[in-house]
């Protein structure tokens, strides 16, 4: 069982910086496809950022050069760090974990998310 907490979300000046983290406890976590998913209210949850087992990342239109994430395996930890931020980034930011085994068993987990606040 894999359990995942988020942290570092809070309320920025619009063109602001936040770091988010997400710990996750439990075994293998280097093999699971761990990314960053927002809601906003009324909205529909979308993919922000995710990161594979090997390093390989993908981004949102809507932030690319502007957010990154990573992920340090040793301390089971995955981070966006998000920069240049704006109203529309104010959402509820989950951090997700997603394995196939090599049997086709699927496992996938959510976070119970963390408020980023963007003023203008």
């Known amino acids: 069982q894999v359990q995942l907490v988020e942290s570092g979300g809070g309320l920025v000046q619009a063109g602001g910086s936040l770091r988010l983290s997400c710990a996750a406890s439990?075994?293998?976590?280097?093999?699971?496809?761990m990314g960053w998913y927002r809601q906003a209210p009324g909205k529909q949850r979308e993919l922000v950022a995710h990161?594979?087992?090997?390093?390989?990342?993908t981004y949102a239109d809507f932030v690319k050069g502007r957010f990154t994430i990573s992920r340090d395996n040793a301390k089971n930890t995955v981070y966006l760090q998000m920069n240049s931020l704006k109203p529309e980034d104010t959402a509820i930011y989950y951090c997700?974990?997603?394995?196939?085994?090599?049997?086709?068993?699927?496992?996938?987990?959510w976070g119970q998310g963390t408020q980023v606040t963007v003023s203008s």
């Open positions: 997700h974990a997603d394995w196939t085994t090599g049997w086709g068993r699927k496992y996938d987990y």
């Open positions: 439990g075994s293998i976590f280097s093999m699971y496809v």
């Open positions: 990161i594979t087992s090997g390093g390989t990342t």
